[in-house]
């Protein structure tokens, strides 16, 4: 539900438009990157909650979360409900994540654990994957609100089954409390230069509101920083980043996300937008890529395990751009699915393959194995914010539509962006540490 969550609503962003006529797409955007700013900051604290309060505890309590928000979201007679309650969401997938992969190693011996995390991945590769279809399934049969009542009766049956067969599991020492302040400060941070970057053009760049949105990213991430270097279990463990790698692979994994998510919610737009696509057919018509990024995702793991990482992620990285580029310079007003769409559906989606999971590899990959945990939430939380910065950023582009021809310009201008950040995360990756290859990617 946590995954599926992240591509479902990017079909059923047309619809809320609909539903919404007299609020922004700066406003309805945070409807995707509220959820992805909270999930991103608490992800590392959840998981260090759920170690030391009990894995299954924590599960149960975000299952409950994540379904009040869904409800909530459901109900949402304004867009203002409606984010509140993905914030909530983004918080009930945050204790989710961590703490389901924590049940899932402690109910297995050490020789199968390997399995279960490729099974745990590839099941919320699959959600991403079928959010699009699923979503445009439900809204052509309903509404919108039901991709969001679909989460009720399947929290349920996690609930009922899992109290039947989930065992509690526990570091042995509880250590030190998470840092929550700091989460909530990283969290304003985030939404603070998010709100800056969306609200520009419509504030003014040079309005006192969009200065003091910047001003005040940089003060809370200031004091995130400082709080993250004295605290005894922070949010952010700065002493990781002293390894090059580490470094480099995330600085990556956020580039690209800015480019992937931008992408992922522009199309949707343009399908339904310009070759004015019922929601149905867009979503059936994206499917293709996320089914092909499920596919060579596992290939491209073990293929950098024989190999090395820099190579498969350079390879990813430039099929990612040249995907893009084709729709660039070859996406018109008049719809040719075949012959246009979905050849650049299927690059895009085999670059997307070879990159986000080695990259997520290569960012563990010259950590100590009793740090891959929280080095590999890291990662996560800067795959969020780069997917948070890439919303806003394409809302800054698309807003200014007005008319066919402005619209396919600025859609032409979307992909380039989202190129740009793609060809410069395969550069940053030139800078990850040649090594020996690793069982990690596998």
């Not at 438009?17 to 797409?25: G, H």
């Not at 009040?68 to 867009?79: E, K």
């Not at 699959?126 to 919108?144: E, N, R, Y």
């Not at 780069?386 to 582009?397: C, E, L, N, T, Y």
């Amino acid at each position: 539900m946590a995954s599926l969550d992240l591509s479902i609503v990017n079909v059923a962003f047309p619809s809320l438009e609909r539903s919404f006529p007299r609020d922004a797409t700066s406003t309805l955007a945070w409807v995707i990157t509220g959820y992805s700013v909270v999930f991103g900051a608490l992800l590392v604290v959840a998981g260090r909650t759920a170690d030391r309060l009990g894995r299954r505890l924590v599960f149960f309590w975000g299952l409950a979360v994540f379904c009040a928000g869904s409800a909530m979201c459901g109900l949402a007679p304004s867009v203002t409900v409606l984010i509140v309650g993905r914030v909530i969401e983004g918080t009930g997938a945050a204790a989710m994540l961590p703490a389901s992969l924590g049940l899932l190693l402690g109910a297995f011996t050490a020789e199968r654990r390997s399995q279960m995390v490729a099974l745990w991945g590839g099941i919320g590769a699959l959600a991403v994957a079928t959010g699009p279809s699923l979503g445009a399934g439900l809204i052509s049969v309903a509404s919108w609100h039901w991709i969001f009542y679909a989460n009720i009766p399947l929290g349920l049956a996690a609930w009922l089954f899992g109290r039947q067969v989930l065992v509690e599991s526990k570091t042995e020492s509880q250590g030190a409390v998470p840092d929550y302040l700091g989460a909530v400060l990283v969290a304003m941070a985030l939404a603070a230069i998010v709100l800056g970057i969306s609200q520009g053009p419509a504030w003014g760049w040079s309005s006192i509101s969009v200065i003091g949105s910047f001003g005040a990213s940089i003060v809370l991430g200031i004091a995130f920083l400082v709080r993250s270097a004295r605290h005894v279990s922070p949010v952010l463990d700065l002493t990781l980043f002293s390894q090059r790698s580490f470094t480099v692979a995330n600085a990556a994994t956020l580039l690209y996300a800015m480019g992937f998510f931008a992408m992922l919610l522009g199309n949707i737009l343009f399908l339904t937008g310009v070759w004015h696509y019922s929601i149905l057919s867009a979503g059936l018509a994206v499917t293709p890529g996320p089914l092909v990024v499920a596919a060579v995702s596992g290939p491209a793991g073990r293929l950098a395990s024989r190999i090395g990482f820099r190579p498969v992620i350079t390879v990813g990285s430039t099929l990612f751009a040249g995907g893009l580029a084709w729709y660039a310079l070859l996406i018109g007003l008049h719809p040719e699915y075949l012959a246009l769409w979905l050849p650049a559906t299927i690059i895009t989606g085999l670059g997307i393959g070879f990159t986000f999971p080695v990259l997520s590899a290569a960012a563990v990959s010259s950590l100590h194995a009793d740090r891959f945990a929280v080095g590999s939430a890291v990662n996560q939380t800067a795959r969020q914010i780069g997917g948070a910065f890439g919303i806003a950023i394409m809302v800054v582009i698309l807003e200014s539509t007005h008319g066919s021809l402005p619209d396919l310009a600025n859609f032409h201008h979307l992909w380039w962006y989202a190129a740009s950040m793609a060809a410069m995360s395969g550069l940053a990756s030139q800078f990850i540490r040649p090594r020996s290859p690793s069982p990690l990617a596998a």
